[in-house]
């Protein structure tokens, strides 16, 4: 389970909320408390149409709860960004993964990536988030989805990445309408037959207040927990979400479920 940290003014459904370090840190301990894995700490919102953040204040947001975690025993730390220079710094401020929304399209993302030994995840995203949602098109989404995440895992292992560092994730919302994020999370068994580790990151998103008519994100609970254990049963890896305690138990039924004794 990887738990949204967003330290941004105007993420879409948490934005303002963790802006102040220490709430963002304390946000952080209840979210290891409820069963995250790893915190996820972001400092630019990518939100359809989100303004552009300079790598200054995008640092000055990000650096001080990564370095502060970092201090915290047992709390893996992802750092997501699409920017080098802000990968770099939070790598060496103790980050242990890099999660890049354009899917480390930089030429100077995959040098940082290459010289250094964190995981990597490897996000889908069309075009870039200030157009992204104009009129997305595929004649295969989960083809080219797929096909575009294998280019680039392909890429960063030719620039001597190790396979085992890297995860791909479909990028749900980024550049998808809500037929095309249903029709990935429907066929998430054609990228777990990738091999490499599936992220999936449906938390709160558009799609689901299409779905539901619910337009507030953070009243969409009940669908990000649905999507959550749908794409867990489909065997995907890493959950991203903003609800980590409900999501761990509507899981841990599942789960007990599953495995209960004959
Ligand atoms: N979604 C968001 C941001 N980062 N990273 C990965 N790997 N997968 C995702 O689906 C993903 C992501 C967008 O959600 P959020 O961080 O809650 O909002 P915002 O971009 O407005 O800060």
Request: proline share 6%; charged share 40%; net charge negative.
């Given at each position: 389970m990887m738990g949204i940290l967003n330290v941004t003014p105007?993420?879409?459904?948490?934005?303002?909320?963790?802006?102040?370090p220490d709430a963002a840190v304390s946000h952080a301990r209840e979210m290891i408390a409820a069963g995250a894995g790893i915190i996820d700490v972001g400092g630019e919102s990518t939100r359809p149409g989100a303004p552009p953040v300079s790598s200054e204040e995008e640092l000055a947001r990000v650096l001080p709860v990564v370095e502060a975690l970092g201090g915290e025993p047992d709390v893996p730390v992802s750092i997501d960004t699409r920017h080098a220079v802000i990968a770099r710094a939070c790598v060496d401020a103790g980050a242990s993964t890099i999660n890049d929304v354009s899917g480390f399209r930089d030429p100077a993302m995959i040098g940082v990536a290459a010289a250094c030994d964190a995981g990597l995840v490897v996000m889908h995203m069309l075009g870039e988030p200030q157009t992204m949602q104009d009129e997305p098109h595929y004649d295969d989404v989960v083809a080219e989805v797929r096909g575009y995440l294998l280019a680039r895992a392909r890429e960063l292992e030719e620039a001597g990445?190790?396979?085992?560092r890297i995860a791909l994730d479909?990028?749900?919302?980024?550049?998808?309408?809500t037929q095309h994020n249903l029709a990935l999370l429907r066929d998430l068994d054609a990228f777990v037959e990738t091999g490499y580790p599936i992220v999936v990151g449906a938390s709160r998103k558009r799609f689901i207040g299409d779905v539901t008519?619910?337009?507030?994100?953070?009243?969409?609970l009940a669908g990000s927990v649905a999507a959550a254990i749908w794409s867990a049963s489909r065997g995907i890896h890493v959950l991203r979400v903003h609800d980590v305690r409900e999501t761990v138990a509507a899981l841990a039924v599942t789960d007990a479920v599953r495995w209960a004794d004959r």
């Open positions: 105007d993420s879409f459904s948490d934005g303002g909320r963790f802006i102040d990445i190790a396979r085992e479909p990028g749900i919302g980024f550049g998808k309408t008519g619910e337009s507030e994100p953070d009243k969409r």
